[in-house]
C-alpha cells in the first residue's frame, strides 16, 4: 500500500536529509515536490531542490513557491545552512528543469485529480501550503494530513519561543493551524531529541559512497548549529538534530513517536514572542484539539532508519 505525498520543503541541510528518507521508500508514492525561501533565498532553495533530486536520480515535478512569506521580511538561516544551502556541499548542476507550474497550481491541481487523500509533508516556512488554502479551500478534503517540521510547545531556535519556520510566516502558519486538516507537529520538543551524534556520523560517513561523504559533511557543517541550542550544556553541543527528518519519518512509521492532541494557536503579533506555537497541553483554552504534538521519538530506531536510506541511495545512485 503506498502513501500518496507531496512535500514542501525549503533546501536546507535536514531538508535533504528528510528527502533522502522519501526517496529511499517507495511505499511513499511522491506526487511533487515544492519549494520557498526560508534557510536559504528562493533562487538557493529551488536550485538546491533540483540539484539534490538530479543527483539522487529522481524523477519528480519540483515547482516554485511564493518569493517571500505573507508580510514579514524574509530572514534566511545563513549561519546554519550556509552560503549555498547545503553547508557549502557541492553537487553536480541539476538535469531536471523546474516546472513550469507554479507550487500552488501543481498542487492545487495534483489533490483535485487524485482519487485519494493526500498526506502533505512540510518542512519549511507555511507560506506555499496557507496559499493554497487561501486561494483554494476547495482542496482541503483531498488533504488527508499535514505532517509537519515546525513550533515547539517550550523554547525556540529563533527567538526565545519561536521556532524558525513558524517564526519566517506565522500569518501563513495560522491560516494552515486554523484550517480544520489534521496536522501532526513534529516541533523542536521532539526533534531536539532527534538527533545523531558524532559516533553516528563517523559510521554514516564509513558507508563510503559518494553521497555518505556529502551527508557526513553537510551534517558537521550543521554541528555548529547544535552549539546554539537553548539550555546549553557540553551533552548538547554534539547533537545534530535532523528536525526535517521527522516529518517524514512519522509518515513511515508513526509508531516510532509520541506526542499530544492539543489547541495550538499561532502568536502573529507579540513584541518578543511574534512567531510562537501557542500549545495548549494542559487543554486551559477548552478549544478543540486541532494538532497531534510530538515529544518523543525512538531514536535510535529513528536513526537506523535513516542510516539504511543512506545505504539504500547510495546503491541507487551508483
Ligand atoms: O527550526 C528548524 C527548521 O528550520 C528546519 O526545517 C530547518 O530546515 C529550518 O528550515
Ligand atoms: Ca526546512
Given at each position: 500500500m503506498t502513501i500518496p505525498v507531496i512535500i514542501d520543503c525549503d533546501p536546507g541541510i535536514d531538508d535533504v536529509m528528510a528527502l533522502t528518507l522519501a526517496f529511499a521508500h517507495p511505499e511513499l508514492d511522491i506526487k511533487l515536490i515544492t519549494t520557498e525561501p526560508g534557510n536559504q533565498t528562493q533562487a538557493k532553495t529551488i536550485h538546491n531542490a533540483l540539484a539534490f533530486t538530479s543527483y539522487m536520480k529522481q524523477d519528480i515535478e519540483i515547482a516554485r513557491g511564493l518569493d517571500a512569506p505573507f508580510f514579514r521580511k524574509l530572514e534566511i538561516a545563513a549561519e546554519v545552512h550556509g552560503d549555498n544551502g547545503l553547508g557549502d556541499v557541492q553537487f553536480p548542476e541539476p538535469t531536471i528543469q523546474l516546472s513550469n507550474r507554479t507550487a500552488i497550481e501543481a498542487m492545487k491541481e495534483t489533490l483535485i485529480a487524485s482519487e485519494e487523500q493526500i498526506v502533505l509533508i512540510a518542512t519549511g516556512p507555511l507560506t506555499n501550503i496557507g496559499a493554497l488554502l487561501l486561494a483554494h479551500p476547495e482542496v482541503k478534503s483531498k488533504i488527508k494530513y499535514i505532517s509537519y517540521m515546525g513550533g515547539a510547545a517550550v523554547g525556540g531556535n529563533m527567538s526565545p519561543t519561536a521556532e524558525f519556520n513558524v517564526y519566517v510566516d506565522p500569518h501563513a502558519a495560522e491560516i494552515v493551524f486554523q484550517s480544520g486538516i489534521p496536522i501532526v507537529m513534529s516541533g523542536l520538543d521532539v526533534t531536539h531529541k532527534a538527533y545523531v551524534t558524532l559516533e553516528e556520523l563517523d559510521r554514516i560517513e564509513a558507508i563510503g559512497s559518494d553521497f555518505a561523504h556529502k551527508v557526513a559533511a553537510m551534517l558537521r557543517f550543521y554541528v555548529h548549529a547544535a552549539k546554539q541550542t537553548a539550555f546549553h550544556s557540553p551533552e548538547f553541543e554534539n547533537r545534530i538534530r535532523l528536525h526535517d527528518l521527522c516529518a517524514v519519518s512519522y509518515v513511515l512509521t508513526p509508531e516510532l513517536f509520541e506526542g499530544d492532541d492539543c489547541y495550538v494557536a499561532i502568536e502573529?503579533?507579540?513584541?518578543?514572542?511574534?512567531?510562537?506555537?501557542?500549545?495548549?497541553y494542559e487543554q486551559r483554552t477548552g478549544l478543540p484539539h486541532n494538532v497531534k504534538v510530538l515529544h518523543t521519538v525512538h531514536r535510535e530506531k529513528f536513526v537506523e532508519q535513516f542510516m539504511d536510506a543512506v545505504k539504500v541511495m547510495s546503491r541507487h545512485i551508483g
Open positions: 502573529i503579533e507579540g513584541k518578543y514572542t511574534a512567531g510562537t506555537t501557542v500549545v495548549d
